[in-house]
């Protein structure tokens, strides 16, 4: 496909399950970006990915969110002992080369990943 | 400083209305705005970007006016649509370092046919 993909698109758990939830970025995009978006609010940055490594995690919100890049395209978030606070929306997004030409610092955005914790 | 604030928090214009979002921020390293828009159950789509060194920027119907001394950035929707009826963010980020974009909180907007 040509844009972002993520699965699943609904994720219902109990809580205190672990989780994790898969990004497919835009094919050649070497930024992948996790974000979190609670109801009514604008999203919120988790970490960001250069390649294959966390380039910049200072949104996760404590030890219990993990995520991964081993390929430098494929990324999963992986959430432990979920907790119902952690119900929101998970977006995905790739850019191309962020900190070149403004075209190219554009963050596309997947879908999401509703996340539900009961 | 991380802060992008958005206004208003809803919207609602008469089909072929002019739409008006204000955001403001505080961190002058930012440099560049993005605006995307929403639709429930999407993910959100880029409509239009701005850096600081040019005051205005039109694509189409929407436009983004900024104000560097302010701080401030707005979207202007002419000639509304129904269709255009979606929830907008303002976004900032640097163009350096980490490129994480600080979102606005949106801006529900409703087209009136």
């Known amino acids: 496909g040509a844009g972002v993909s993520q699965t699943p698109s609904n994720k219902v758990t109990e809580k205190g399950k672990y989780v994790e939830l898969r990004c497919d970025p835009i094919?050649?995009?070497?930024?992948l970006y996790w974000y979190r978006q609670s109801l009514g609010q604008g999203p919120e940055f988790l970490i960001y990915?250069?390649?294959?490594?966390?380039?910049?995690d200072s949104g996760l919100p404590n030890d219990r969110f993990f995520a991964v890049r081993p390929e430098g395209s494929v990324s999963t978030l992986k959430i432990q002992r979920t907790e119902r606070g952690d119900s929101a929306v998970y977006l995905c997004?790739?850019?191309?080369?962020?900190?070149?030409?403004?075209?190219?610092?554009?963050?596309?955005f997947g879908p999401g990943t509703r996340l539900t914790v009961l | 400083q991380q802060q992008v604030k958005q206004s208003p928090q809803s919207l609602i214009v008469q089909k072929g209305g002019i739409s008006i979002i204000n955001c403001a921020y505080e961190n002058t390293a930012f440099d560049y705005f993005p605006w995307y828009q929403q639709f429930p159950g999407k993910g959100p789509a880029l409509l239009i970007a701005i850096r600081p060194d040019v005051s205005e920027k039109k694509e189409g119907r929407f436009t983004i006016s900024f104000n560097k001394s302010a701080k401030q950035f707005s979207l202007h929707i002419m000639d509304s649509q129904p269709g255009d009826s979606a929830t907008y963010f303002c976004?900032?980020?640097?163009?350096?370092?980490?490129?994480?974009?600080?979102f606005g909180t949106g801006t529900r907007l409703k087209v009136l046919a």
């Open positions: 976004a900032a980020s640097k163009t350096s370092g980490t490129y994480k974009y600080i």
């Open positions: 990915f250069q390649g294959t490594g966390a380039a910049d």
């Open positions: 997004a790739s850019s191309l080369n962020p900190g070149g030409i403004m075209s190219t610092d554009t963050q596309y």
């Open positions: 094919s050649g995009h070497t930024a």
